[in-house]
T-cell receptor, first 110, second 114 residues
Framework: DGGITQSPKYLFRKEGQNVTLSCEQN?????MYWYRQDPGQGLRLIYY???????QKGDIAEGYSVSREKKESFPLTVTSAQKNPTAFYLC?????????FGQGTRLTVV | KQEVTQIPAALSVPEGENLVLNCSFT??????LQWFRQDPGKGLTSLLL?????REQTSGRLNASLDKSSGRSTLYIAASQPGDSATYLC?????????????FGQGTILTVHP
């Protein structure tokens, strides 16, 4: 089945630790996106990539980093510089202006 | 900067009722508007996509309309069912150099009770 796979579903991070969230798609889409969702707030864009080996900062990029070495993969690293990382993270890809989302990763700082 | 607002924040209706969810946006120069459904703890499922040149889209019991001049979109759900209970989100795509960068509303939490 074609789709977007995010892993892990749940992730726990200790203070000062970097963690990487995986996002893989087999839809052959060029554009991929990372959003953060907090309770009571809409989704906010962290980073996006419209083509392999290129990516751009979104509205809340501080404390995050990404790479886009392959069309299928767009991993997100939450660094120790992100002071409030506890949130639900959603990866998306886009084709013909329609966005498709993964099932999300819930990150909790312990 | 585009801002998207959804009203109401929460809605509870009996099964079988027709209902309307509202989405407003501040910048009418949008490329398209997309409606999503989100179940608790899950990702987003695309429901309807309306291009800026279109006025409405329909899928089954769902109908979404777009009025760019007034900065509004509505999602109409006919004959609601308990399985429709979820959070509904709208998102505007500004297009151009911002292509694909969606601005989301905060969502409407819908509960349909038997």
């Amino acid at each position: 089945d074609g789709g977007i796979t995010q892993s892990p579903k749940y992730l726990f991070r200790k203070e000062g630790q970097n963690v990487t969230l995986s996002c893989e798609q087999n839809l052959n889409h060029d554009a991929m996106y990372w959003y953060r969702q907090d309770p009571g707030q809409g989704l906010r864009l962290i980073y996006y990539s419209q083509i392999v080996n290129d990516f751009q900062k979104g509205d809340i990029a501080e404390g995050y980093s990404v790479s886009r070495e392959k069309k299928e993969s767009f991993p997100l690293t939450v660094t120790s510089a992100q002071k409030n990382p506890t949130a639900f993270y959603l990866c998306a890809s886009m084709e013909n202006t329609e966005a498709f989302f993964g099932q999300g990763t819930r990150l909790t700082v312990v | 900067k585009q801002e998207v607002t959804q009203i109401p924040a929460a809605l509870s209706v009996p099964e079988g009722e027709n209902l309307v969810l509202n989405c407003s946006f501040t910048d009418s120069a949008i490329y398209n508007l997309q409606w999503f459904r989100q179940d608790p703890g899950k990702g987003l499922t695309s429901l309807l996509l309306i291009q800026s040149s279109q006025r409405e889209q329909t899928s089954g019991r769902l109908n979404a309309s777009l009025d760019k001049s007034s900065g509004r979109s509505t999602l109409y759900i006919a004959a609601s069912q308990p399985g429709d209970s979820a959070t509904y989100l709208c998102a505007a795509d500004a297009g151009g150099t911002s292509y694909g960068k969606l601005t989301f509303g905060q969502g409407t939490i819908l509960t349909v009770h038997p």
